[in-house]
């Protein structure tokens, strides 16, 4: 469900998860998260220049 500027929650829930002290390791969205969003984008993309469904 979209809730409004996705962005500057991202952002925020950040700088919180900082001035908590909170460690990165503990962050609900992981580095490994974003680069599997990373390859969903980039199959987005191979799949709109081809015009053809992508497996990913």
């Known amino acids: 469900m979209y809730r409004g500027d996705q962005y500057r ?3 925020e829930y950040f700088s ?3 001035l908590d002290g909170i460690s ?4 609900k969205h992981t580095f490994a ?3 599997g969003d990373m390859h969903v ?3 987005c993309f191979h799949s709109l220049l081809s015009d053809k ?3 990913i």
């Open 33 to 35: 998260n974003s680069i």
């Open 41 to 43: 984008i980039d199959a």
């Open 9 to 11: 929650e991202e952002v």
């Open 16 to 18: 919180q998860t900082i």
């Open 53 to 55: 469904r992508v497996s």
């Open 24 to 27: 990165l390791s503990d962050l």
